[in-house]
């Protein structure tokens, strides 16, 4: 079930955000991932839409829209290649006309996820925070 995030799950999402993160960037340290759990709690998910996939009570992926971009869409590490992911992605698109996110360029599962899931790229940069290149890529509304 796919339900709007409550306070109570903040704890769920930053465990799925932070393992999710050093499993899916292990090209960038884990150390800059745990650095940035505070500002999730306090600045990112507190600005976003966020939305919880439940499974047996418990959470195990969520997405967070911020306008019309897709700030995040993660699924525990130990649950992901079961659809979640792409429910979760159904659930955002259906929220949004258009739908924009970012992807670093090294994370070529979640490339071609994107890809898979009718996303474009609609062009390049680097990311500040990392220095890793990412691909900006949208959906919809063409």
Known sequence: M??????QDTDAVLDIWLSASIQAHDFIDASFWLSQVDAMRTLY???S????????????GFHALHGDNLAALFVAPALQGQGIGSQLLAHAKNQRAVLNL??????QASCRF????GFVVVSEQTDAHTGHRE????????
């Open 2 to 7: 796919i339900r709007i995030s409550t306070p």
């Open 135 to 142: 691909y900006s890529m949208r959906s919809g509304g063409q």
């Open 114 to 117: 994107y890809l898979a899931q």
């Open 49 to 60: 839409e966020v939305y919880v996939f439940e499974r047996d009570g418990g959470v195990v």
């Open 45 to 47: 998910l507190p600005a």
């Open 102 to 107: 970012s992807v670093y360029q090294e994370n």
